[in-house]
C-alpha cells in the first residue's frame, strides 16, 4: 500500500507561483509514474499532469500547459508541480496519483493510489 501525502497549498494571487510536494511512504517509488489531478467541488477531479518513472516524459493538460512543471525526485520519494502564473480558474483540491502501469492515462481510474489533497487558492 502507497501512501501519499501532499503538501505546499495556500492562498495566492493571481499571478503567483506555488510549488506543491508530494511525498509517497513507497520505497520502491520509482516503479511508479505520477500524476496531479485537480477537483473543484461539485465537479470532477481532473487531470493536470504525469511523469514518467523516470521522469523522462511528462504530459499536461492544455489547461497548464507552459504555466505548470511536473517534476520528481527518486532518491526524496517525492513529485513535485511547480505552479506559475496562477489564475483564479486555478482555485482546486489539488490530488497526487501513483500508477504502476506503464501505459501514459489521463483516465484517474487508472491511477492505484491517491493523497488527501491539498488546497490551492487563487485570489484575483
Known amino acids: 500500500q502507497v501512501q501519499l501525502v501532499e503538501s505546499g497549498g495556500g492562498l495566492v494571487q493571481a499571478g503567483d507561483s506555488l510549488r506543491l510536494s508530494c511525498v509517497a511512504s513507497?520505497?520502491?517509488?520509482?516503479?511508479?509514474?505520477m500524476a496531479w489531478f485537480r477537483q473543484v467541488p461539485g465537479k470532477e477531479r481532473v487531470f493536470v499532469a504525469r511523469?514518467?518513472?523516470?521522469?523522462?516524459?511528462?504530459y499536461y493538460a492544455d489547461s497548464v500547459k507552459g504555466r505548470f512543471t511536473i517534476s520528481r525526485d527518486n532518491a526524496k520519494n517525492t513529485v513535485y508541480l511547480i505552479m506559475n502564473s496562477l489564475k483564479p480558474a486555478d482555485t482546486a483540491v489539488y490530488y497526487c496519483?501513483?500508477?504502476?502501469?506503464?501505459?501514459?492515462?489521463?483516465?484517474?481510474?487508472?491511477?492505484?493510489?491517491w493523497g488527501q489533497g491539498t488546497q490551492v487558492t487563487v485570489s484575483s
Open positions: 511523469i514518467s518513472r523516470s521522469g523522462s516524459t511528462t
Open positions: 496519483a501513483a500508477d504502476e502501469s506503464v501505459v501514459a492515462s489521463r483516465v484517474l481510474e487508472q491511477y492505484d493510489y
Open positions: 513507497e520505497r520502491t517509488f520509482s516503479s511508479y509514474a
